[in-house]
């Protein structure tokens, strides 16, 4: 009997999460799906035909909506249901599109110029191009484009304890 209790407290807890899961978002797609597994947002289904699929909230929207190509198109949605569905995705798209334009106009702006004044060329360390460094770069500590030709090893226990004693003698 008592894990008859325990497996109850489990399910109603399991079905708790889920409904707070839902709530968190106020995405379309959560009308028509719920998670299969609690903490894994991937794995949905779909209410209207209870098919169960990998691919998230998207997945489950092109579902509804009938886009083909990642999954099968539900047999059970409505009209309505498909519009809202492609409208939300439709949104979605908008939205990855503007952020990127947002971003290659930002970058277009801070790109900087190569015959400013501010501008520092580096002389080539070997086969690679000159770099042209920018106004931040002032502030960095220098390339030495020979440290990377000298080989240089890892200190070992001993090389410190050296160290030490030899500055110990040196100082007195």
């Not at 597994?37 to 209870?50: E, F, I, R, S």
């Not at 249901?81 to 971003?103: G, N, P, V, Y």
């Not at 890892?154 to 500055?167: C, G, S, V």
Request: proline letters at 5%; aromatic letters at 4%; a positive charge.
């Amino acid at each position: 009997m008592e894990t008859v209790g325990s497996s109850a407290t489990y399910n109603s807890e399991t079905v708790g999460s889920l409904e707070a899961i839902k709530r968190k978002s106020n995405d379309v797609g959560w009308d028509y799906g719920e998670l299969t597994v609690p903490k894994n947002n991937d794995k949905v289904k779909c209410n209207l035909c209870n098919k169960a699929f990998s691919g998230g909230i998207n997945r489950l929207k092109q579902h509804i909506a009938g886009i083909r190509g990642n999954v099968k198109p539900c047999p059970k949605s409505t009209p309505l249901d498909k519009s809202k569905c492609l409208q939300a995705l439709e949104e979605t798209k908008k939205r990855r599109h503007d952020k990127k334009e947002r971003i290659e106009e930002v970058m277009d702006e801070v790109a900087i110029s190569k015959d400013g004044d501010d501008v520092v060329e580096l002389d080539s360390a070997g086969s690679k191009p000159m770099r042209p460094l920018g106004p931040m770069d002032q502030f960095a500590r220098a390339i030495d484009p020979d440290a990377s030709l000298r080989k240089t090893r890892q200190q070992n226990i001993n090389d410190a304890l050296f160290k030490n004693r030899t500055n110990e003698v040196h100082t007195t």
